[in-house]
C-alpha cells in the first residue's frame, strides 16, 4: 500500500465519504518514519542546507558547505530527525576523550594483536581515506582482516573507538573522509599509544 504522496495528489485523492468515523490515532512512530523517508528523498546539497541551522544551534559549524555535505551523505540513511545529526557527528568537530585500554579491545581480544591491527590500520588511513570508492576500502580492510586472521568487525572496533569515541557509529571511513585523515591518524596514534602502556604494565 503506498504511503508517501505529494499535497496535489492528496487533493485528488482526497474523498469524504471514505472517512472512518473512529477517532483518529496518532503515530509517533510513523512520523519519524515518513520524516525520515522526506530526509532521504533530498539531495546531498539540500539536506546540508537544513542541517546547518541543527548545527549552529549545538555549538558546531554550520557554514561549510563541503563537511556539511559529507554529514549528510554520512547520516541520510540513518538519521530520523534533524535534531538527531549534531550528536550523531560532533566526533568530526571535538576530540573524544581518551579511551580506557580495555574500551580498544573487542571481547575475547588479544591485546598484542589488538595493538598489531590498530598499527596497520593507522598506516593504511591515508590509503583509505583517498578519492577511491568505498567499496574499494572496504575491500582493502577486508584483506587486512583476512592477513591478521580476524573478523572485520573486530579489527576496525578499536579504530572507530579511537576516531569517534564510540563503537557505534557512523560509517568509520566516510567519517574519516569527513574529518581528515589527519584528524584520524592523531586519534589512532593516541589509541596506540594508550594500548601500548597498557602492554607495559601487563
Known amino acids: 500500500t503506498r504511503e508517501l504522496f505529494t499535497l496535489k495528489e492528496l487533493e485528488e485523492l482526497f474523498d469524504i465519504g471514505k472517512l472512518n468515523k473512529a477517532p483518529g490515532v496518532f503515530d509517533y ?36 558547505d563541503k563537511t556539511l555535505q559529507g554529514i549528510a551523505g554520512l547520516v541520510q540513511e540513518r538519521v530520523k530527525v534533524l535534531s ?48 577511491e570508492p568505498a567499496d574499494a576500502a572496504e575491500a582493502r580492510l577486508r584483506a587486512l582482516a583476512e592477513e591478521l586472521g580476524v573478523k572485520l568487525g573486530d579489527l576496525l572496533m578499536p579504530l572507530r573507538v579511537a576516531v569517534t569515541g564510540s563503537k557505534v557509529s557512523p560509517p568509520l571511513v566516510e567519517s574519516i573522509r569527513v574529518m581528515g585523515v589527519e584528524t584520524a591518524r592523531r586519534r589512532a596514534a593516541r589509541a596506540i599509544a594508550i594500548l601500548e602502556k597498557n602492554e607495559t604494565r601487563s
Open 29 to 64: 512512530q510513523k512520523l519519524e518514519w515518513f520524516n525520515g523517508m522526506y530526509i532521504r528523498s533530498k539531495s546531498r546539497e539540500e539536506l546540508a542546507a537544513l542541517i546547518a541551522p541543527f548545527m549552529k544551534q549545538a555549538g558546531l559549524p554550520g557554514d561549510d
Open 84 to 131: 538527531e545529526v549534531p550528536g550523531m557527528v560532533r566526533f568530526i568537530y571535538e576530540e573524544p576523550p581518551a579511551p580506557a585500554a580495555e574500551d580498544l579491545l573487542p571481547k575475547k581480544g588479544d591485546p598484542a594483536a589488538v595493538l598489531n591491527g590498530l598499527r596497520r590500520l593507522e598506516a593504511l588511513l591515508p590509503e583509505l581515506a583517498s578519492a
